[in-house]
Nanobody, 121 residues
């Protein structure tokens, strides 16, 4: 059974940091890109970041560039999202997803349950 489990969300003051983790199982982790997405109340889900499996190339949405860093540890089947300089507008439920290819495509085919990130002033 394919599973992705996010952790690391929480309540943080603006300017602070959080590190999200996505632990995967049930598929060949090394073969797939992993993406992070988020959904704020009343808004559509948006892509945050992605890391390929082929060459560890990374992608960031414009508003996250310079603040967020994605990484993966294939030995632990885990992807991390380090989030620095957090802003109230980063408040959302964050999801990780296995993408259908080794490269980033912006589409998830298997999803975690999400972890809440709340940034307050």
């Amino acid at each position: 059974e394919v599973q992705l489990v996010e952790s690391g969300g929480g309540l943080v003051q603006a300017g602070g940091s959080l590190r999200l983790s996505c632990a995967a199982s049930g598929f060949t982790f090394d073969d797939y890109a992993i993406g992070w997405f988020r959904q704020a109340p009343g808004k559509e889900r948006e892509g945050v970041s992605c890391i390929s499996s082929s060459d560890d190339s990374t992608y960031y949405a414009d508003s996250m560039k310079g603040r967020f860093t994605i990484s993966r540890d294939n030995a632990k089947n885990t992807v991390y999202l380090q989030m620095n300089s957090l802003k109230p507008e980063d408040t959302a439920v964050y999801y990780c997803a296995a993408e259908p290819y080794s490269y980033c495509s912006g589409y998830g085919v298997a999803w975690g349950q999400g972890t809440q990130v709340t940034v307050f002033l």
